[in-house]
């Protein structure tokens, strides 16, 4: 461990914490969250995305870092996958510090999708893809937030543990589809989650069902099991259910996700998931102290 004299994230240190998880050197942030899912395809970069409009449109200041390094969706779900990232130069000779790109409504985001062309594709080794995300969340001009959404690689593989292990998750949101082959994956991830201890909110279940156009009834479309009971064997608790809706594929596809997911009020819903953070954040902190387990803010 470096001393605290030399140390680049001293300014928005606080001294009576270890410092065994990496800090983002330019900004301070108060609430760390994952997204993260089983399986890819679930829907988890899109409730990414609806979790970040839901707290920016209650005045957070919100930020999302694209983790899921070999499949980023974030840029296309805020339509701004034609952007670049900016480099800034910092009071070091030589070192430079990435601007986020910012959505419409003001949300940071930052993804290796805006760095390389859309279409390439990354071919690197785990470590390598680790350590890129690693730099990703440190050399990131954040300024202030109040929360950094990461959007996670699905299931336990190299990224997902370095996000775990390294980063100052306050906690993570799973995301499913209520299926057993679904539940059964997710089931790892929580076991992975209880192994490194990092808590874990509860789960949205996505494309749950689907509300019939002419007499409203909800009918479960994957499987007969309800996204409670589904949420039950994993486990977690329910945050919320989510339907398929075509409308939100269709925004999506036009890049304009965002608007969409800001006007929608059946994601207002989401946002149960996040009522209780401050008082909840503010237990966990100082339980955090008594075992010097570090977090960002205390
Ligand atoms: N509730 C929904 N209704 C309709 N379409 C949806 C819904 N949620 C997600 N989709 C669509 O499903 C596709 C996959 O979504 P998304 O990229 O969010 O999944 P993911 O779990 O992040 O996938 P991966 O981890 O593989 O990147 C997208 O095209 C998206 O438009």
């Known amino acids: 461990m470096s001393s605290c004299s030399t140390c680049a994230s001293k300014s928005g240190c606080s001294k009576d914490i270890k410092c065994d998880f990496i800090k983002p050197k330019y900004g301070r942030i108060r609430h760390v969250v994952g997204v993260i899912s089983g399986k890819g395809g679930v829907g988890k970069s899109s409730v990414t995305g609806i979790l970040a409009v839901q707290l920016r449109k209650l005045g957070y200041r919100v930020g999302v870092l694209d983790g899921d390094m070999t499949g980023p969706s974030i840029p296309r779900f805020f339509g701004i996958n034609e952007e670049r990232t900016g480099y800034a130069p910092t009071d070091v000779k030589d070192v430079f510090k990435f601007i986020p790109v910012e959505t419409s409504l003001g949300i940071k985001t930052i993804s290796m999708n805006f760095m390389i062309e859309e279409e390439e594709p990354l071919l690197w080794r785990g470590p390598v893809l680790g350590n890129a995300l690693t730099q990703l969340f440190q050399d990131t001009d954040w300024g202030n937030l109040d929360y950094l959404l990461i959007d996670m690689p699905p299931g336990t593989g190299d990224i997902a543990l370095t996000i775990m292990q390294q980063f100052p998750v306050d906690y993570l949101v799973v995301v499913s589809t209520p299926q057993d082959m679904v539940s059964m994956i997710v089931k790892k991830v929580v076991n992975m989650a209880e192994k490194l201890e990092v808590p874990i909110k509860g789960v949205v279940q996505n494309?749950?069902?689907?509300?019939?156009?002419?007499?409203?009834?909800?009918?479960?479309?994957?499987?007969?099991?309800?996204?409670?009971?589904?949420?039950?064997?994993?486990?977690?608790?329910?945050?919320?259910?989510?339907?398929?809706?075509?409308?939100?594929?269709?925004?999506?596809?036009?890049?304009?996700?965002?608007?969409?997911?800001?006007?929608?009020?059946?994601?207002?819903?989401?946002?149960?998931?996040?009522?209780?953070?401050?008082?909840e954040i503010a237990k966990r902190v100082a339980e955090a102290k008594k075992k010097s387990i570090p977090f960002l803010d205390s």
């Open 207 to 279: 494309m749950s069902y689907i509300r019939c156009g002419s007499c409203g009834e909800k009918m479960n479309v994957f499987s007969r099991n309800t996204a409670e009971s589904q949420a039950e064997k994993m486990g977690l608790p329910l945050l919320a259910e989510l339907p398929i809706d075509p409308d939100f594929a269709s925004y999506l596809e036009e890049g304009m996700a965002e608007r969409y997911a800001a006007t929608n009020k059946d994601y207002d819903i989401l946002m149960e998931a996040f009522r209780n953070d401050e008082n």
